[in-house]
């Protein structure tokens, strides 16, 4: 058959596939291959996208899994299209939502969320610096089934939120709370603004209080690099009973006597992550802690050096 009587794939071909198969085809791709012209492929296409049960998980942490964070992530320009995304994927779900698992969104669409989202139970919005206590309030209010939540690396959350999702959503049971590395910034400079860099939150043992108070339920923590202090820890120890895993990664403010003296009391952790350093006399003098070889009894030196 030559060139000229072959017969060809015209898009009403596509279109004319039924709905149910559409569907059917489209569940089995991945988001990010749904995103990338599936959706535009003709109208019928296009509308089997917008079916709800597609959107009861919105998954795009694998887009963000890189070794080299980009610059373009933390522009405004950026987020306003993961704002877009989010807000078109919470429209079509029509309530299914139960997952979402993003980057670099605002209060703009997490507003939408906690508006037409009641069923969600997964909420993980790491990096994002213009999420603020007014959406996280609304979140807490509305989204009553939330068993997870990840609210690393956004340093306009104070702990004030903390207190309203421990009080509103008895069901969460994963906290994940962790900071960039303060102690040494270098592996974010360059790509993330300074002035963020710099707004690592310093009310540690405020966000602990919270956590105890509020999160008695919770068996996972994580708090790298966070600055509570000793007292800090042992209100989580106290209020969180049920912890089964603890990562302290990084919380340069407690000693090894510290963490051994507060999860005494935890007897259901099965794994808890210290944070081991070794601080270099270019970065806290001797005379602060009088002789160096009390640095072996702060901080475990085994693990990796700063």
Request: aromatic share 8%.
């Amino acid at each position: 058959m030559n060139a000229e009587t072959e017969p060809k794939e015209s898009e009403s071909d596509w279109g004319e596939l039924t709905r149910e198969l559409l569907i059917n085809i489209l569940s089995r791709l991945s988001v990010e291959d749904r995103w990338r012209g599936t959706m535009m492929v003709c109208k019928s296409w296009f509308n089997a996208f917008k079916e709800p049960s597609l959107h009861s998980v919105f998954d795009l942490d694998p887009q963000f899994d890189s070794p080299l964070e980009s610059t373009r992530w933390w522009t405004p320009q950026f987020e306003a299209k993961i704002d877009s995304m989010l807000q078109s994927v919470v429209k079509w779900a029509q309530s299914s939502l139960t997952q979402i698992r993003i980057r670099h969104c605002s209060d703009r669409s997490l507003a939408l969320v906690a508006q037409r989202c009641p069923n969600i139970e997964v909420l993980s919005i790491r990096s994002c610096p213009r999420v603020t206590d007014d959406s996280m309030s609304k979140i807490a209010l509305s989204c009553k089934k939330l068993r997870e939540l990840d609210i690393s690396y956004c340093y306009e959350i104070s702990h004030e939120s903390l207190v309203l999702i421990g009080r509103n959503c008895p069901n969460l049971k994963v906290l994940k709370r962790n900071f960039m590395n303060w102690l040494d910034p270098s592996q974010h400079q360059g790509i993330v603004p300074n002035e963020y860099l710099n707004a690592c939150p310093q009310d540690g043992d405020d966000e602990a209080v919270a956590i105890a108070n509020s999160m008695p339920d919770l068996k996972h923590l994580e708090i790298r690099f966070s600055k509570l202090s000793a007292k800090g820890l042992n209100s989580i120890s106290q209020g969180c009973p049920n912890l089964e895993f603890l990562d302290l990664s990084g919380c340069a403010n407690l000693t090894s006597r510290d963490i051994a003296n507060s999860s005494s009391s935890l007897v259901q952790l099965k794994e808890i992550k210290k944070p081991n350093f070794y601080i270099p006399r270019s970065v806290f003098h001797t005379e602060r802690y009088g002789h160096w070889s009390l640095y072996d009894e702060r901080f475990q030196t085994d693990i990796f050096r700063i």
